[in-house]
């Protein structure tokens, strides 16, 4: 039974409703894949399919459009795979509960897919309407967006003429999004060499941090666990003989680590204590509003294992006293805009080494660069060594942008306020666009979304409707 029949626009809800029927989280987008290659094939469609999945569609300009240049519409195919403890759905292989609540569409027990089906629904209502005045449309449809842009990084682009993209996966109406991060995943390694020392183990702990995203969080000047134990460190060893057995903290290089535990061996554990209560007071009192949970803990341990020798240690501790970390530079165009930063993630110990592993984010190219020049500088001082992975590019905001002067008139128009301009400091497939498609202009924008992600992911109908009309109009006027 047709859930969403009764919704304008239709075709955007019917669109919408079949796609539920599919089951496409991340890693799992052959079959819709195939059913957008099917809807182009019945419309006799110029389209492109790779081995990744990702999709290209193109429809012809409309009579009167045909010097007009091409718009690209673009959207991602997979969907977070979340539901309730207690929903039996397996969301590989079943479709979606849909329903309907007031203005808002949701689906029983899981994810609704919002996130970016909607933006789909939408380019193949375009594509569908033989009527629409539009120039020349290129619909992308790209996979695996959520687990790391992949789908974009591996889009061949060379049937796109268009350099103007309207990007459909943002989540709050009446914001237009002009730029976002690049940025990679940088690991410090640094090799050590571990010899007996005589004194008392000791375990020490830096916790209770806030935390957060180290992209949407990284300006609101939380602690970092990692770096502060290298604070700790640094001055426990200047008044008391020291070795590290090892250290290790945080879960995820784009998270701002909570916490992070080393064991030390110490001939003076009592001044330990005491040095590092001093510590935890001077500390708390730095964070006392961001970390107001801040606290230091040492414990007894047992060595288990021989410590780092003295030329190891100090390495490590300079590693993590020295080593950048946080917002390195502000954006000059968007006021409050963090435009460089990086965040020592996680760390970690092995028998050989100890890793740090960051995640860096720029929306300048070169500063991103700058940033990993300044780690391999530093590593190769302490003798050790950087290894980059996961590089993806940023979406430096443009001054000049035609597409963006346009919708923004439009919006007054039709909404009788100006839209919000804003950018993120975290990476979108636009980045990664505009790296393969030299001068893109490009805005993202999308209906209102409220809690993406999760099975309680509401999408509201008057929102896509409004989005719609509006994106009806600007196609009219890219003449």
């Known amino acids: 039974m047709q859930v969403l029949k009764h919704l304008e626009p239709q075709k955007v809800f019917s669109f919408f409703e079949s796609m539920c ?27 492109y399919q790779d081995t990744k999945n990702n999709v290209i569609i193109i429809k012809e300009a409309a009579p009167g459009y045909e010097k007009a240049e091409p718009v690209i519409l673009q959207g991602h195919l997979d969907m977070v795979c979340a539901k309730h403890p207690d929903c039996t759905k397996d969301m590989d292989k079943e479709g979606l509960d849909l329903a309907v609540d007031g203005d808002y569409v949701y689906a029983k027990g899981t994810t609704l897919g919002g996130d970016d089906g909607i933006a789909v629904a939408m380019a193949l209502a375009i594509l569908d309407d033989q009527n629409l005045p539009a120039p020349r449309i290129e619909a ?11 789908g974009a990084t591996d889009l061949d682009v060379s049937p796109l003429k268009g350099r103007k993209m309207l990007n459909l996966d943002s989540e709050t109406e009446g914001i237009f999004t002009v730029s976002c991060a690049g ?36 300006h609101k000047g939380r602690a970092n666990s990692n770096m502060l134990m290298g604070r700790v460190l640094y001055a426990l060893a200047q008044n008391n003989p020291l070795r590290i057995q090892w250290v290790d903290g945080g879960l995820k290089e784009n998270a701002i680590p909570s916490q992070t535990k ?13 040095l590092v209560h001093e510590m935890e007071l001077a500390l708390q009192n730095e964070y006392r509003t961001t970390d107001p949970s801040l606290f230091l803990r040492v414990e007894p341990a047992q060595a288990n294992q021989p410590a780092l020798d003295q030329t190891s240690t100090e390495k490590v501790i300079c590693m993590l006293l020295c ?34 592993s960051y995640s860096i984010r720029s929306s300048v190219e070169s500063q991103k660069q700058m940033l990993k020049d300044r780690l391999e500088c530093l590593m190769k001082q302490l003798g050790g060594r950087t290894v980059f992975s996961g590089e993806y590019t940023g979406w430096q905001y443009q001054e000049h942008s035609p597409l963006r002067e346009l919708m923004v008139e439009v919006f007054r128009e039709q909404y009788g ?29 999308g209906p209102d979304l409220l809690e993406v992600h999760t099975p309680r992911e509401r999408m509201s109908i008057s929102s896509v409707q409004r989005v719609w009309n509006f994106i009806l109009e600007v196609l009219k006027r890219s003449c």
């Not at 992308?140 to 992949?150: H, K, N, P």
């Not at 975290?426 to 993202?444: H, Y």
């Open 21 to 47: 029927t599919i089951p496409h989280g991340s890693g799992n987008t052959k079959a819709i894949s195939d059913w957008c290659v099917a809807f182009a094939k019945e419309r006799g469609l110029e389209h």
């Open 417 to 445: 306020k100006d839209p919000s301009i804003e950018a993120i400091h975290a990476g979108l497939e636009c980045g990664v666009l505009a790296g393969k498609l030299a001068g893109l202009d490009c805005v993202s924008l």
């Open 140 to 150: 992308v449809f790209t996979i695996d967006e959520e687990i790391g842009l992949l």
């Open 262 to 274: 080393a064991a030390v061996v110490v001939s003076d554990p009592q001044q330990a204590q005491s």
């Open 323 to 356: 080593l950048p970390n946080g917002i390195q530079a502000m954006s000059a165009d968007i006021p409050g805009l963090v435009q460089t930063s990086l965040n020592m993630g996680v760390l970690c110990t092995d028998e050989t080494t100890v890793q740090a």
């Open 183 to 218: 940025g990679n995943s940088t690991a410090c390694i640094l090799p050590i060499s571990r010899t007996a020392f005589c004194g008392t183990a000791l375990t020490i702990t830096v916790g209770g941090l806030t935390g957060g995203h180290s992209g949407a969080e990284i």
